[in-house]
């Protein structure tokens, strides 16, 4: 199994691994941070943010310290007028900054040693009535999203849907929402993150969500975390949902998905650990594989869900986690 994690959990607690006053660790000090945990092979970078002005240095960087660069995140922070909107942003001029920065984070990721451009368009929405047009949000959308994918057709683009923060609605805030889009541009390097906690708080099922998506289209990122489904919790994985974790493992394994799993939370707004975090999420997930596997063994559980016996399948599942 890969394993990846998000580089700015690991300026959390800096105290504890860099010395007293240091200031603020560097992302290549990140990740020899995050290089310590037990079980880590990947991490993904944010663009700008995390490359500097050399990419391919910054891949060769990160390898040295034994770990592959898994992909890049877009962020838009770099202007603030893409407060409202990047690819939906009402000037054409920012509009076209938003997509030739995406362009350029691409290329950035192939630089870097990887193909994977994860782009979360979270200022890609409205917060009122009557602010927008909505045909218009849409097809600025779509046709911000089919440019930046055609830029380089041997990178994947990734959509992470969200249902809102920064903004109070996001253009793509649930997975069907997301698939449409995808369907309409129809383009074969295109495909979703599904996030765990953006599920929750989305009112979707994980395990269908994904198999929605391994049906019309393909999961190119999962990020694992956990949280109360009222917002973006970041929690450790299986805090909350472990069941519903369990049952996402499951389903993405039977539809293909054999990329790196990705921890998407936040120790760092608490001052957890963040190596020890990381190795608690690692280890979670081992064991929960571990229970899919005995799942997939047993003929009860698919016989169960054949009938839609939900007091059998708990039964096998319940079984599988805490024993007879």
Not at 111 to 121: P, R, S
Not at 146 to 158: G, T, Y
Not at 255 to 265: K, L, Q, S, V
Request: net charge negative; glycine share 8%; with cysteine.
């Amino acid at each position: 199994m890969r394993f990846a994690t998000r580089l700015n959990s690991f300026a959390s607690q800096p105290d504890a691994f860099w010395p007293q006053g240091h200031g603020k660790p560097t992302p290549l000090e990140m990740a020899a941070r995050a290089a310590t945990a037990r079980g880590l092979t990947d991490v993904d970078l944010n663009f700008p943010d995390h490359l500097g002005p050399d990419a391919r240095a910054t891949g060769n960087a990160i390898r040295d310290l034994g770990l592959t660069v898994n992909g890049l995140a877009m962020r838009y922070y770099s202007n603030p007028a893409f407060k409202i909107g990047a690819f939906t942003n009402p000037d054409p001029a920012v509009r076209r900054e938003a997509i030739d920065l995406t362009k350029r984070g691409i290329d950035a990721a192939r630089e870097a040693g990887c193909a994977l451009m994860t782009l979360w368009l979270g200022q890609d929405g409205f917060d009122y009535a009557f602010q927008a047009d909505y045909a218009r949000l849409w097809a600025d959308e779509i046709d911000g999203i089919r440019e930046v994918a055609l830029h380089d057709p041997d990178c994947l683009i990734s959509i992470e849907y969200k249902p809102n923060e920064p903004r109070s609605h996001s253009l793509l805030p649930d997975c069907a929402t997301t698939l449409l889009a995808l369907r309409e541009i129809d383009l074969p390097n295109l495909g979703v993150t599904l996030d765990f906690a953006h599920v929750l708080y989305a009112d979707e099922q994980p395990a269908f969500a994904a198999a929605l998506i391994g049906r019309y289209s393909r999961i190119l990122g999962l990020h694992l975390n956990d949280g109360y489904a009222k917002r973006d919790d970041g929690l450790m994985v299986g805090a909350v949902h472990p069941v519903q974790t369990i049952e996402l493992l499951r389903q993405v394994r039977r539809d293909g998905f054999h990329g790196p799993i990705y921890f998407d939370t936040f120790p760092d707004l608490t001052g957890l650990d963040p190596v020890a975090e990381c190795e608690a999420n690692i280890a979670t997930v081992t064991a929960m594989l571990g229970i899919v596997d005995t799942l997939e063994c047993d003929n009860g559980l698919s016989a169960a869900i054949d009938r839609q016996d939900a007091v059998a399948s708990q039964t096998v599942v319940r079984r599988a986690m805490l024993g007879r």
